[in-house]
Every structure is written in structure tokens, then in C-alpha cells.
């Protein structure tokens, strides 16, 4: 099993920045791909962006130029600076791991990301 810790979240205002970091621990050798998901109320759970264990970096549309996801596999952590922050990137952070050969998903508990001013 692969457990998932998020932390960085909070209130910050329009046009400021943020650092999430996930800390996994468990069988983290089995995971490949990571990721970071966000869900606002009454929206649909998105992908923010995700991270290979080599590297390979995809970010939506929404995002791109603004967030940068990194991975630190000595520490077992996934970061997300969030630059340029808007009001509709509010919502729940959560940080995701998929398995290498079984595909499984695990995800973490979530932390608060509230832009306003």
C-alpha cells in the first residue's frame, strides 16, 4: 500500500503563490506516475498536472505557464509551485500515485487552496 500526506494549501490572494508537497510512504517503489487533481464544488474531480517517475510533465490547458509540478525521488515527494493565481483556481488539492504494473490509484486526503481577496 501506498499512503499519500498533501500539505502547503491555504488562503492566498489573487495573483500570488502557493507550494503543495506530497509526501508518499508505504511501497512507493511501485509508483509510476503522479499527480496533482483538484475538485471546486459542484465541479468534476480534474487532472492539474501529472509527473513520470522519470520526469515526463503534463499540465492542463488551464494551468500551463503558471504551475510547475516537480518530483523529488529521494524524498519521495511531488511539489506544485502554483504561480498566478485566479479565483477559479480555488478548490480541494488532491495528490495522486498509480501503480507501475497493477494500475492501482491511491490518492491523499486533500488540502484547501482558497484564492480571493
Known amino acids: 500500500q501506498v499512503q499519500l500526506v498533501e500539505s502547503g494549501g491555504g488562503l492566498v490572494q489573487p495573483g500570488g503563490s502557493l507550494r503543495l508537497s506530497c509526501a508518499a510512504s508505504?511501497?512507493?517503489?511501485?509508483?509510476?506516475?503522479m499527480g496533482w487533481y483538484r475538485q471546486a464544488p459542484g465541479k468534476q474531480r480534474e487532472s492539474v498536472a501529472t509527473?513520470?517517475?522519470?520526469?515526463?510533465?503534463n499540465y492542463a490547458d488551464s494551468v500551463k505557464g503558471r504551475f510547475t509540478i516537480s518530483r523529488d525521488n529521494a524524498k519521495n515527494t511531488v511539489y506544485l509551485q502554483m504561480n498566478s493565481l485566479k479565483p477559479e483556481d480555488t478548490a480541494v488539492y488532491y495528490c495522486?500515485?498509480?501503480?507501475?504494473?497493477?494500475?492501482?490509484?491511491?490518492w491523499g486526503q486533500g488540502t484547501q487552496v482558497t484564492v480571493s481577496s
Open positions: 508505504g511501497n512507493i517503489v511501485s509508483i509510476n506516475v
Open positions: 509527473i513520470s517517475r522519470g520526469g515526463s510533465t
Open positions: 495522486n500515485a498509480a501503480a507501475r504494473w497493477t494500475g492501482a490509484q491511491y
